[in-house]
């Protein structure tokens, strides 16, 4: 019998994302190559790290060709650089172009959720001073103003109060394409996390609830606290629509907002998600390994949950490793990079098997875990 050649998968992006596909692939005897510009980038701890930038064909063409398949970690790679290599053909590279480009534009990506028959908050195109005056008077107030493109934590955005912070808004943003969206008083925020593999077949890990300050992930819980199996089957609907759609292969990732039980989609992101760095101890196969059983087109893996369980990022700062690891059932992740203020540089997972422990090990965890300076 032949030996089965281990697959390398090339990453365009190095930052923690690759370094956890990276960590999840070893032991299936995944080799991953990454591309990146920065030196010491976090995924070249686990494998090779090219640099250059994410749409350098010098750096990412040789790369490619040594690739079982292509895959990126940031919705900021340039679409034209996953163009380019779907147009080679061989090898192939997922998630497909068309759900990066949809993912880059806030105005395409809430029109398509729109065509899916997906809820999301009343929006309208803004170019000029006149158009914004021309939507708040359609939309009302408050109302949040988004740069189309490149907008990431929080940053990109002005909330309007009244229409009369119009001038300011434009002030601070115009110049480039707009949307403005009407201000949604959600309940809370969720993510449904979703897995397509190249023959079709789907997976979804149950709703996590997300917290955010200044603009920044902060905690997950997971599942949800009072997910209801109808909200789960309906955030399941969005996802499964939008995958088939884009005859997507990976994981994608779809921020929601809860309003009174119903679901809006804010945004959607095609690569492995923050709000979803939980599975690695607390689903039976973590985003990061079915992300590349997906793109590799091996069988997917349960998504079932083990318990309950609590994600914390690390911003900033880094808890003492041994302080974490002295309460039960918590996990340190250390992404490698240098501390800077507001950096994601590591993240702790707290599982429990019920939510009074959970609960009990997370008060510990948040007591020690130093505040960003
Ligand atoms: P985004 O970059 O679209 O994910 O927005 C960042 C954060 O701003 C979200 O996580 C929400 O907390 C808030 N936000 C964005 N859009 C809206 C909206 N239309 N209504 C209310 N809050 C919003």
Redesign the pocket.
Known sequence: MDTPVSPTVACIGGGQLGRMLGLAGLPLGIRMEFVDPVDGAPAGAIGPLHLGELDERGVIGPCVERATVVTYEWEGVPAEIVSWIEEMRTPPVFPPAAALRASQD?LHEKTLFRQLGVGT?DFLPVDSPADLDDAIAKLGTP??L?TRRG???????F?LRVAADASTAWAALGGVPLIL??????DR?LSILAVRGRDGATECWPVIE?H?AE?MLRVSNAPAPGLTPERQRAAEAIANRMLDELLYVGVLAI?L?DVGGRLLA??MAPRVHNSGHWTIEGSVTSQFENHLRAVLGWPLGSTESRGVSTMLNCIGVLPAPADVLTIPGAHLHDYGKSARHARKLGHVTVVADDAATLRERVERVLAILPADG
């Open positions: 806030r908050p109302a949040v988004k907008g990431y934590d929080g940053k990109g955005q909330v969206e009407a201000f949604v008083p959600f925020e997300n955010h603009g921020e907002f804010n945004e």
